[in-house]
């Protein structure tokens, strides 16, 4: 049945703020996961506005569980860039990109241009999403 959530129980939370000259600074808006939404829930659902030139989704990471992220751009002409593993996509207006569960990913904006994307990561029955897991090579960029 429907679920309603409120905007002030969605979680907004700046990421990668302070770290790396802000090279990956976004803000990241969780609407439904195990927190907040019904607890049959089978996904975690959310949106992230990625500011011009900067990474998102960074450091790359993986779960075993597939998402999907449609892209909208502030200006039509907008577009970024999205690692999938080894391979690295175009995205503009409108695309949208299906993550096979366990490949490593990230992305970025091209510089003049504000990147938002919804995310959805469905659960699987022998394992609920519960956070990414960032490559091994490029962890140690979450230190500040």
């Known amino acids: 049945s429907p679920h ?10 700046p990421r ?5 000259d ?7 808006r969780t609407y439904v996961d195990d927190r907040e939404g019904p607890a049959a829930a089978r996904l975690v659902l959310g949106e992230v506005r990625a500011l011009p030139g900067r990474w998102s989704s960074y450091p790359p990471h993986h779960h075993p569980q597939p998402e999907l ?6 200006d039509p002409r907008g577009y970024g860039h999205a690692e999938h593993g080894d391979e690295v996509a175009k995205v503009t207006d409108g695309d949208t990109l299906c993550i096979e569960g366990g490949r490593t990913h990230a ?3 091209a510089p003049g241009y504000d990147m938002f994307y919804l995310w959805a990561i469905r ?6 999403y519960d956070g990414p ?3 091994p090579e490029h962890r140690w960029l979450l230190k500040r």
């Open 123 to 128: 659960h699987l029955d022998a394992a609920r």
């Open 107 to 109: 992305q970025c904006a």
């Open 4 to 13: 309603h959530v409120p905007p002030e129980r969605c979680r907004s939370e």
């Open 22 to 28: 802000d090279a990956a600074f976004r803000w990241v």
């Open 133 to 135: 897991t960032f490559d």
């Open 16 to 20: 990668g703020q302070g770290a790396r």
């Open 69 to 74: 992220y449609h892209y909208r751009f502030a």
